[in-house]
Structures are given as C-alpha cells and as structure tokens.
C-alpha cells in the first residue's frame, strides 16, 4: 500500500484515530497522577467523542485547555498543600471534575454535526473559557501568600475560601481565558479583535459566577472536632456537618455552571452585536 492509499484509509477511521488519541492521553495522565481511575476513563469518554467528530478543529481547544490546566495544577500542588483541609479535591481530578469542565465539549460537537453552525464552535470555546479562567484563578490565587476578599460582601476572607477573589486570581482567569482564545485562532473567521474579546469577556463572566454562587449557595461543611469550614464531607476522620450552601451545589456543579455561563454569555454577545 503506498503512503496516498495509507492516509486515505486512516482518513476513514476518524474514530479509531480519536479514541486511540483519548486513550493515550488519558492513560498518560494517570500514569502521571494527573487523573483518578475515574477521571481516567472519563476522558477517554469525553476525548473519544470531540477527537472523532471533532477532529483538530475541535481537539486542539480541549487538548490545550487539558494540558494547560493539569500542568498549573501540578505545578501548584504544593503550594495547595495547605489547603488540602478546605478543598474537597485537589490537583488529581476525578470523573466529576473532568464532566463538570468537559461535558459540554462532547455535547456541542454533537450538536454541530446535525447543524454546522459556527456559533456552536463560539459557545464551545466560551464555554473552555470559562473553565480554564476558573482553574487558573484557583492555582496562581493561591500559589502565595495574598490578600483575599469575598467576591460580594468585598471583605477580607481567608485565602482558598470559597468565594474569595485576588488579583493574582484575577490574572490568572486572564491567562487562562487567553491561553483558549489562542487554542482556537486558526478556525476563528471573526474580526481578530472582537473574536479575542467575546473569549476573554465570556471566560471572566464565567469564573464570575463561579466565585459569586461559591459564596453565596456552594455546600460549605463544619467540621465537628476542629470547627474548621471546609468543602469535605469526613473531617479529622468524622463526618462534617452542614454548615451553609445548598446540599447538592457542590465545587463541581459550579463548575459546570460556570461553563454553561461562559458559553450563554458568548451566544447573547454575538445576538446583540448581530
């Protein structure tokens, strides 16, 4: 077979391309401690279905908020040392946190294949945005030592507090929001201008919200030995307590919340500027 015939053939083959890719990269990061078993499979998942129908046009986005992001966090783990009593997860993601970020990644390239609009692909990589604006505010806001306020009442809060906003986050959202707005350029037919602002805008609306339902309704336990607020259910080795939030609204859910919002801030932008 010769290397025109050979590249037709994988050409046929977009899913065994795509889930061989998902599959690597996920096995890679667990290897790497980057995800859980369940994260793990998750990806696989959720890559299979973008690498396949998506292609690079929709790959490259997730690839790089993906490696972006995992790579921030390792790079922060130590420093979030001494917050692994607040946070419920820290640097190793699970299956919830890969499809509260990525879910609805699968769900556009689904949709666009049934209606190849290429608003989809904006309220996509709105949705990244917003996403990595959030994970970046989290590892560089509490790489050090900052002061911290609550995103509502604007008073000082303790540092890896739910809720709680810097400038160092600030600037972390912004190179989060950025490093998407990048991923995507190639496949952008807007004005460069305007393109890059929808993406910077959409992802700062987005780690937003998540910081403003972070302190107002995300689940917040009391432990019953320390007294410490935290987002674990078991602390110092007992179940904690229900302190403020709502039950359910859990780190994650904003997450996803927060994606959602990125991705509807981008669709009312582009309806108002049509």
């Not at 990806?43 to 995992?70: E, Y």
Request: contains cysteine; proline residues 1%; hydrophobic residues 50%.
């Amino acid at each position: 077979m010769d290397l025109l015939n050979l590249i037709s053939s994988v050409s046929l083959n977009p899913f065994l391309i795509g889930s061989t890719a998902a599959a690597l990269i996920s096995i890679i990061s667990f290897k790497l401690r980057l995800l859980t078993k369940s994260g793990a499979v998750s990806s696989f998942i959720l890559g299979t279905v973008v690498f396949s129908f998506g292609q690079f046009k929709w790959s490259i986005p997730l690839i790089a908020f993906f490696l972006f992001s995992n790579l921030v966090s390792k790079v922060g783990k130590t420093y979030k040392r001494k917050f692994e009593n607040i946070f419920d997860k820290l640097s190793q993601r699970d299956s919830h946190q890969v499809f509260a970020n990525g879910s609805l990644s699968g769900f556009f390239v689904i949709i666009y294949l049934f209606y190849p609009d290429e608003i989809f692909y904006l309220l996509y990589i709105g949705s990244l945005s917003a996403v990595s604006a959030d994970t970046w505010a989290t590892e560089i806001g509490t790489m050090r030592e900052t002061v911290t306020y609550n995103v509502l009442t604007l008073k000082k809060t303790n540092q890896g507090s739910s809720g709680g906003v810097s400038m160092s986050g600030f600037l972390g959202a912004l190179l989060g929001t950025i490093i998407i707005a990048f991923s995507a350029i190639f496949w952008i037919h807007l004005n460069i201008i305007y393109y890059f602002c929808l993406i910077i805008f959409s992802g700062m609306i987005g780690a937003y919200i998540d910081s403003v339902l972070g302190a107002s309704v995300q689940l917040q336990n009391k432990c019953t030995i320390c007294g410490e607020i935290t987002e674990r259910k078991i602390h110092c080795g007992q179940s904690a307590n229900q302190f403020s939030g709502i039950k359910f609204i859990t780190n994650d859910f904003i997450n996803f919340t927060a994606a959602v919002s990125g991705a509807v801030t981008v669709f009312f932008i582009n309806v108002i500027m049509n």
